[in-house]
């Protein structure tokens, strides 16, 4: 295990030990606001704040947002959930990630408090303290699960709140257990006196948010403001003045297009001019989403005619996206899955009928969360896939490998990428 990535892990387990900090999901904003009023309110010197909402989408919106400000010679921090290697991907500060020296010193700022958080508000403010020393031209926030009682929800008024797509995920969190309290929770909070952006969304949901947001006075862009259009083999962004191609290598589904093309018409609304978006876009990459594994330790395990492919998609939504895009490839594809408990497995891996030829379930190292590979190994028998067990990725990765041509596809969790990126 490298240095950093032993930092990192120690750095989670001081918090997951720590009695003042809860590693349960609890939704109520009086703990985050009665320790940043005793901070002397750092959230209000955060300027140009960017909430970005939704259940999937999130990363690769504030990431398409971030390149576009960033090219544009403009200064932004960036708060993420989950990180994928290393705790500090997590605090971008505009011109790099926070050290593991400072976040050891804001953590003991924020015992000093002796007010009791849970780990995900204890992340929060370690960003907010922070980033409010600085002087960043914005500040994207990307939301945790819901929004109404999300510690991210701090901002009176924020710059933009943009809303990627809304599907059934983090039921487990709400008492009344239906996609319109998603919504609800989401798009019910947002605030009056900003700017809106409502990604595509199936037109049901579109609808419900339409109704929640009626009374909202912000001014709001609906998704019909733009399209995703493809032209022969290219895809463009396209609006009522402009057309943008997307010219990317590394961006490869219809969701995540769709995301890049929100990020375009929100960067255009920001005076970015149309010549550094589209000088921009070949260059962004999304880790994990779609992921080629081109170099690294891992791709020295594999023959030259394998691709090593990871996407940490985890909902039935993000899967069916994973298995739009596999459908249009014309080489066998192996699977590699692996899950955490608060998903859905079985509605999940229903998304990929038809499309890999095997799949091994594993477990995800180091992390207590995760489900049993012989659990997913059941669930994935019980929906007629060829399937098998191992018991690690290398395990897994060495069943697979042969010199026929094919793709190795790892999927089901950002935990799961997390760990194959740091082996890399």
């Known amino acids: 295990m490298s240095h950093l990535m032993s930092q990192s892990i120690n750095l989670y387990n001081q918090l997951a030990k720590n009695k003042l900090f809860s590693k349960s999901v609890n939704f109520d904003l009086k703990r985050i606001k009665l320790i940043l009023q005793k901070l002397n309110h750092p959230e209000k010197k955060l300027n140009n704040v960017i909430n970005i909402i939704g259940s999937d989408g999130k990363y690769s919106l504030l990431t398409s947002l971030k390149y576009f400000i960033e090219a544009n010679n403009q200064k932004t921090s960036a708060y993420i959930s989950p990180s994928l290697k290393d705790i500090r991907e997590r605090f971008w500060m505009g011109n790099d990630f926070l050290s593991y020296k400072e976040i050891k010193k804001t953590i003991k700022i924020i015992e000093k408090q002796k007010i009791n958080l849970t780990i ?24 945790g699960a819901l929004f109404a009682k999300d510690s991210t929800n701090l901002f009176d008024f924020p710059k933009i709140q943009a809303v990627v797509n809304i599907n059934k995920q983090h039921l487990n969190f709400l008492k009344n257990k239906t996609l319109n309290e998603v919504i609800y929770q989401k798009v019910g909070f947002l605030s009056n006196f900003t700017n809106i952006y409502i990604g595509k969304q199936k037109p049901m949901v579109l609808k419900k948010i339409k109704q929640v947001l009626k009374r909202n006075s912000s001014l709001i862009q609906y998704s019909n403001s733009w399209k995703l259009i493809k032209l022969n083999d290219s895809f463009f962004y396209k609006d009522k003045k402009i057309k943008i191609k997307l010219n990317t290598k590394y961006i ?9 093309c929100l990020a375009i018409k929100i960067a255009l609304d920001l005076k970015i001019d149309k010549k550094i978006i589209t000088k921009t876009i070949p260059k962004i990459k999304f880790k994990a989403r779609i992921d080629y594994i081109m170099g690294g330790k891992l791709a020295k395990k594999i023959y030259k005619n394998e691709k090593l492919l990871i996407d940490g998609c985890h909902s039935e939504t993000s899967g069916r996206n994973l298995a739009n895009y596999l459908k249009t490839l014309k ?8 899950m955490t ?10 998304q990929f009928k038809g499309i890999f030829k095997t799949i091994i379930t594993i477990p995800i190292e180091n992390e207590p969360a995760a489900l049993s590979n012989q659990r997913l190994f059941k669930i994935a028998k019980k929906n007629n896939y060829n399937s098998e067990t191992s018991k690690s990725f290398e395990e897994a990765l060495k069943k697979i490998t042969s010199r026929k041509r094919k793709i190795i596809c790892v999927f089901g969790s950002l935990y799961l990428c997390g760990n194959i990126l740091n082996k890399n």
């Open 120 to 143: 995900f508000e204890v992340l929060t403010v370690i960003f907010i303290l922070n980033v409010a020393k600085g002087n960043n031209d914005y500040n994207l926030i990307e939301a």
């Open 252 to 260: 490869h589904s219809k969701g995540l297009l769709e995301n890049l």
């Open 331 to 338: 080489t066998p594809i192996y699977g590699i899955w692996a």
């Open 341 to 350: 408990k608060n998903k859905d497995p079985d509605k999940f891996i229903k």
